[in-house]
């Protein structure tokens, strides 16, 4: 069978091995060539980038190109082929630009690798064959290098996900914009060794714990530190727009722009914990969440009846049924949704398209009733330090089991709601990502008014449950973070899971299980390495994993 492209960045790809004619994802193979070269575009920019800081010149917007191209390319955020198109027209003359002003001031580039082996003709369509074989994933031979190399660039297009978010709070950390440069730039470098690359791999990590904590200050800073909130999961009988995603600036954006207008707002999948966030609460008609994860957004989506509004990554393709009232911005993008434009000069989005749409459709269909729990980010957890100290001292709870991660399609997923379900009632879940809502409804209960299931947030917020550890380490006076009674059976999906899984690593976790599968992207190498220095392992059957875990 031919191969049309080849993707195996997702925990999704086929027979876990890789995608090789369409994405599993949905994205269509034309996509998944146009993603690597922009990826490879943005090697090249880099490499020329470094090659500026030699002479202190570093062109304008040139970490923005870097930070949102990498975000574009994010499993299920952008399936627009024009938008692609464009983004790499746009880093292909930034990076000719910079070549341009480094010839101008006498800079030798003899010995540059510069890659340039596509090109752009006179309408504007850029020429490639064999895309995946002369510039993607398989262009690396060596399968260990090819598994490290690409390991390093999904980590960090995770990290752009997050530095995305803080910048259009207004924060920015230029470290984690150098060594985002450097590790792209790297990736092309041949004379690395395979234990130069695990150690770039480690440093990663290290920037992923750098870019969470600015995106964990950015966020709290802004919008107050999350607080124990009930949400409501039912409805109102007004028109409603729903929010999916991450983005909080767009959350605050389209909540000032609904305000008085008779719109109510529900958050869908990981927009959920800006319920849990003080500033959002004054808005009477910020209603709650609708539904569940973002993979049963295709059954969820046609009865909420109003406009949908994805800010970041979890598209999944629409049913024509409700096609034509999905609108995208930022990052994320569809063939034929309507894309809400860019900030400019610092000016809010425009979101009266969405708005006035929304007034003309009927209100959401109630799919379910009740309230669910959060808001148990490191702030809220520290005012009940206490009593949690007292309940592990006591007994009370034998043991902490970190569960975040991401949700997603195959039937295997259900272990993690088996699993939730089946751990002693004398132990606590703590969660961060859309793997909640395999047990974030479940009537789990509560030891000592500590409810057995802590959501802490968005994926990023995996960065509440690192300093949650750091700070129970310190309490209770142990050398070794891996003393603490805490298990770490994480669920991944896409490549913002990769970042936080880094970023533990840089902290020193060990035995951690992931699942539902291990990357395909492992080389058995490189797995190998995985294991051995860090106790990386799969999930198995439910009861052997819980008396595993329970008797370590």
């Not at 904590?213 to 009930?230: F, R, V, W």
């Amino acid at each position: 069978m031919e191969r049309k492209m080849f993707c195996y960045q997702c925990q999704e790809a086929m027979n876990n091995k890789g995608c090789t004619r369409v994405g599993m994802c949905g994205k269509t193979a034309d996509v998944a060539n146009l993603q690597d070269l922009m990826i490879y575009t943005l090697k090249g920019l880099s490499v020329m980038a470094i090659k500026a800081e030699e002479v202190n010149y570093e062109p304008a917007g040139l970490d923005k190109m870097l930070m949102d191209s990498l975000f574009m390319t994010i499993t299920n955020a952008n399936f627009d082929k024009d938008r692609f198109f464009d983004k790499i027209k746009e880093a292909m003359k930034m990076r000719d630009d910079i070549k341009t002003t480094l010839i101008e001031k006498g800079v030798d580039l003899k010995e540059l690798k510069d890659p340039e082996s596509f090109t752009v003709n006179s309408n504007d369509d850029i020429i490639f064959k064999s895309v995946s074989k002369e510039v993607g994933v398989l262009a690396t031979e060596n399968e260990d290098v090819r598994s490290l190399r690409e390991l390093i660039i999904y980590g960090l297009k995770g990290m752009a996900a997050y530095q995305e978010h803080a910048y259009s709070l207004g924060h920015e950390n230029k470290e984690v914009s150098k060594f985002i440069r450097k590790a792209l730039a790297a990736t092309l470098d041949d004379s690395l060794t395979v234990d130069e690359l695990v150690a770039l791999t480690l440093e990663t990590g290290k920037y992923g714990v750098d870019v969470m904590a600015l995106l964990d200050k950015a966020n709290t800073s802004t919008y107050g530190n999350p607080e124990i909130t009930e949400v409501n999961i039912g409805v109102r009988k007004n028109p409603g727009i729903l929010i999916s995603g991450h983005d909080l600036k767009d959350m605050e954006e389209l909540l000032e722009q609904t305000k008085g207008t008779g719109i109510d707002i529900y958050t869908h999948g990981e927009m959920l914990p800006a319920n849990y966030y003080p500033k959002f609460k004054k808005y009477d008609h910020f209603v709650g969440n609708y539904g569940n994860a973002w993979w049963q957004q295709k059954e969820e989506f046609e009865k909420f009846n109003g406009p949908i509004l994805f800010t970041t990554n979890c598209i999944v393709p629409p049913k024509a049924s409700y096609a034509d009232r999905v609108y995208t911005t930022g990052a994320s993008g569809f063939p034929g949704f309507p894309h809400i434009a860019d900030r400019v000069d610092g000016q809010a989005k425009d979101f009266s398209q969405i708005i006035e749409h929304a007034k003309k459709l009927a209100a959401p269909t109630e799919i379910e009733t009740g309230t669910i729990v959060g808001g148990f980010a490191h702030a809220q957890v520290f005012a009940l330090a206490d009593k949690i100290v007292d309940a592990v001292k006591t007994g009370a709870i034998k043991k902490f089991f970190v569960m975040a991660g991401c949700d997603g399609r195959q039937k295997g997923r259900s272990y993690y709601t088996d699993f939730a379900e089946a751990i002693p009632n004398d132990t606590v879940i703590l969660t961060a990502g859309c793997a909640k809502y395999r047990y974030n409804k479940l009537n789990l209960g509560d030891i000592n008014g500590i409810p057995r299931v802590l959501d802490a947030g968005q994926c990023n917020d995996s960065f509440s449950l690192a300093v949650i550890a750091m700070k129970l380490q310190e309490i209770f006076k142990l050398e070794n973070i891996n003393e603490l009674p805490i298990a770490y059976n994480i669920a991944w999906y896409e490549q913002k899971a990769v970042i936080v899984l880094l970023a533990l690593l840089h902290l020193g976790v060990k035995d951690i299980h992931l699942g539902p599968t291990l990357p395909a992207f492992l080389s058995p190498n490189v797995a190998n390495v995985l294991v051995e220095n860090f106790g990386i392992a799969g999930i198995g059957d439910v009861k052997d994993d819980i008396d595993l875990f329970m008797n370590a």
